[in-house]
């Protein structure tokens, strides 16, 4: 859940790692049994493990969720390989990786680990992208620097009879060196904080579209915004620090409350992700206006008859999700329903994945459950899903940093754009479901036919599809606009 719902954190945080560490300890902790392992067994083992490496290294592109799932082919053969070292022999992958070639980049391999990826981030920057070429030839060339420091730096110090010999010695040096390193990470959280927004007096975001949004002239650079890029994908709702967004696992409703608490009017968001990016610019408008704001998120779950599919699986959580939720609404009786999606498909047959998904199930499934709130009394408005940003544009945030100067290379077609995401299944179930309204902010996301990274100042993306919470919060006044009269009609 955590490496699809923020992919850069979950590739650098430990819990998403401890399970791999796991993977090792076991190893380590069955080495007496392994050594046991009949030759023929241990031989298999080794080299499917082997094979395991090599398979990952070629079915896996930029799209896998990482560390998710799909570390677990590469990690098990890993361990695999090790695991039958113990009882192969010449016979098992030491007779290729027991060669000299391999022990020396073995050697090497932690410094190459240190150096490969600047390099190639700082390549990519340079040429504004790589070739499969290009990403090679820096790879190579990472061995140079990683051998100098290793051969002239970490051996020297490593091996020096000062602190190898010495065990004083090495423990000031390791707490030296640690106390450094936490100092520079402190002063990197200093300059982070300085350039995010610095030299921003006046970021209007959606503000600054004043007259028609077919006449808005993108700007064309922005050294300074806000979030700034490098911070981006913490522009989050604080509704996940207060945990009001369900996991992926969880089935059991969770209810938060924005706005006025004691407002006469109840405004009940639901959905996933897309819906919950909302909440801030609702929480404005309910405490100007003294309406309760009530929340029921879940992620990657569309409010609707469906079942959907997660991981190859029926989303069965999911269904039960919006199941109970349906029950709450229709018992507490809101005012509004609010609602938001960013998938676009169903399954045909909710008991089986591999039977295929499709938009005609999940239109079926929306205006299904929308007229049944509908019957209730209860007042459905949607709110349609915001263009999408192409795989070649990358992480818009990303795009951006690299390209301040030159925003143009970050835009892309919004007609490409709402093809994607929840949008044109929102659309169609809406003329399907009498009484539904919908509520469509994309003139002023996408102001014309191309759609900018920044407005006014404010970048729009964080992470995928997601937009800021600042731009969010720059386009309350729009939301309270079209808001406003359907909460009256419906009262």
Same mark, same amino acid.
């Given at each position: 859940?955590?490496?699809?719902?923020?992919?850069?954190?979950?590739?650098?945080?430990?819990?998403?790692?401890?399970?791999?560490?796991?993977?090792?300890?076991?190893?380590?902790?069955?080495?007496?049994?392994?050594?046991?392992?009949?030759?023929?067994?241990?031989?298999?083992?080794?080299?499917?493990?082997?094979?395991?490496?090599?398979?990952?290294?070629?079915?896996?592109?930029?799209?896998?969720?990482?560390?998710?799932?799909?570390?677990?082919?590469?990690?098990?053969?890993?361990?695999?390989?090790?695991?039958?070292?113990?009882?192969?022999?010449?016979?098992?992958?030491?007779?290729?990786?027991?060669?000299?070639?391999?022990?020396?980049?073995?050697?090497?391999?932690?410094?190459?680990?240190?150096?490969?990826?600047?390099?190639?981030?700082?390549?990519?920057?340079?040429?504004?992208?790589?070739?499969?070429?290009?990403?090679?030839?820096?790879?190579?060339?990472?061995?140079?620097?990683?051998?100098?420091?290793?051969?002239?730096?970490?051996?020297?110090?490593?091996?020096?009879?000062?602190?190898?010999?010495?065990?004083?010695?090495?423990?000031?040096?390791?707490?030296?060196?640690?106390?450094?390193?936490?100092?520079?990470?402190?002063?990197?959280?200093?300059?982070?904080?300085?350039?995010?927004?610095?030299?921003?007096?006046?970021?209007? &975001?959606?503000?600054?579209?004043?007259?028609? =949004?077919?006449?808005?002239?993108?700007?064309? !650079? +922005? %050294? $300074? @915004? /806000?979030?700034?890029?490098?911070?981006?994908?913490?522009?989050?709702?604080?509704?996940?620090?207060?945990?009001?967004?369900?996991?992926?696992?969880?089935?059991?409703?969770?209810?938060?409350?924005?706005?006025?608490?004691?407002?006469?009017?109840?405004?009940?968001?639901?959905?996933?992700?897309?819906?919950?990016?909302?909440?801030?610019?609702?929480?404005?408008?309910?405490?100007?206006?003294?309406?309760?704001?009530?929340?029921?998120?879940?992620?990657?779950?569309?409010?609707?008859?469906?079942?959907?599919?997660?991981?190859?699986?029926?989303?069965?959580?999911?269904?039960?999700?919006?199941?109970?939720?349906?029950?709450?609404?229709?018992?507490?009786?809101?005012?509004?329903?609010?609602?938001?999606? &960013?998938?676009?498909?169903?399954?045909?047959? =909710?008991?089986?994945?591999?039977?295929?998904? !499709? +938009? %005609? $199930? @999940? /239109?079926?499934?929306?205006?299904?459950?929308?007229?049944?709130?509908?019957?209730?009394?209860?007042?459905?408005?949607?709110?349609?899903?915001?263009?999408?940003?192409?795989?070649?544009?990358?992480?818009?945030?990303?795009?951006?940093?690299?390209?301040?100067?030159?925003?143009?290379?970050?835009?892309?077609?919004?007609?490409?754009?709402?093809?994607?995401?929840?949008?044109?299944?929102?659309?169609?179930?809406?003329?399907?479901?009498?009484?539904?309204?919908?509520?469509?902010?994309?003139?002023?996301?996408?102001?014309?036919?191309?759609?900018?990274?920044?407005?006014?100042?404010?970048?729009?993306?964080?992470?995928?599809?997601?937009?800021?919470?600042?731009?969010?919060?720059?386009?309350?006044?729009?939301?309270?606009?079209?808001?406003?009269?359907?909460?009256?009609?419906?009262?």
């Amino acid at each position: 859940y955590y490496t699809m719902a923020e992919p850069p954190v979950a590739f650098f945080v430990t819990t998403t790692r401890m399970w791999e560490m796991a993977i090792g300890g076991a190893v380590a902790l069955g080495a007496v049994w392994f050594t046991k392992l009949p030759q023929a067994v241990a031989v298999l083992l080794g080299w499917l493990g082997v094979a395991a490496i090599v398979t990952s290294a070629f079915v896996y592109d930029t799209s896998a969720e990482w560390p998710g799932y799909a570390a677990a082919l590469p990690t098990l053969g890993t361990a695999a390989v090790i695991a039958a070292g113990f009882a192969a022999g010449r016979r098992g992958p030491i007779a290729v990786l027991g060669t000299r070639p391999f022990t020396w980049v073995g050697g090497l391999s932690y410094s190459l680990y240190l150096w490969h990826w600047p390099m190639i981030v700082a390549a990519a920057s340079y040429w504004e992208g790589l070739t499969p070429a290009k990403g090679l030839a820096v790879a190579l060339f990472s061995f140079v620097p990683a051998w100098l420091t290793l051969k002239y730096i970490e051996n020297p110090i490593r091996f020096s009879s000062t602190t190898f010999k010495v065990p004083r010695n090495s423990l000031k040096l390791g707490a030296v060196l640690s106390v450094t390193g936490v100092a520079l990470g402190f002063g990197l959280v200093g300059v982070t904080a300085a350039v995010a927004g610095g030299g921003v007096v006046d970021a209007k &975001g959606a503000a600054a579209i004043e007259g028609p =949004p077919s006449a808005f002239k993108p700007q064309k !650079s +922005a %050294e $300074a @915004m /806000v979030p700034d890029p490098l911070e981006a994908t913490d522009d989050v709702p604080e509704a996940y620090d207060k945990g009001c967004q369900v996991d992926v696992l969880s089935a059991e409703p969770v209810a938060c409350t924005y706005g006025d608490p004691d407002g006469d009017t109840t405004v009940t968001l639901v959905g996933d992700s897309k819906a919950l990016q909302w909440i801030s610019a609702l929480d404005t408008i309910g405490k100007e206006r003294g309406w309760r704001v009530v929340t029921y998120t879940k992620s990657a779950c569309t409010f609707a008859d469906v079942t959907i599919s997660q991981d190859g699986k029926p989303y069965d959580s999911c269904t039960k999700w919006s199941l109970a939720v349906t029950s709450k609404l229709l018992q507490d009786q809101p005012d509004v329903v609010l609602t938001s999606q &960013g998938r676009q498909k169903a399954l045909k047959d =909710p008991g089986n994945a591999q039977g295929g998904s !499709s +938009a %005609e $199930a @999940m /239109v079926e499934g929306m205006t299904a459950r929308w007229s049944r709130l509908a019957k209730a009394g209860i007042t459905v408005a949607v709110l349609r899903d915001n263009p999408y940003p192409p795989d070649e544009v990358g992480p818009v945030y990303k795009c951006v940093d690299a390209n301040r100067e030159d925003l143009a290379k970050c835009t892309f077609d919004r007609s490409d754009g709402e093809k994607q995401g929840g949008g044109p299944v929102q659309l169609e179930a809406v003329k399907e479901a009498p009484g539904v309204e919908l509520i469509d902010l994309n003139d002023y996301i996408c102001p014309g036919e191309v759609c900018p990274p920044v407005i006014g100042d404010v970048l729009i993306y964080r992470q995928g599809s997601h937009l800021t919470k600042t731009y969010v919060d720059s386009l309350a006044p729009r939301l309270e606009r079209a808001l406003v009269p359907i909460v009256d009609k419906a009262k």
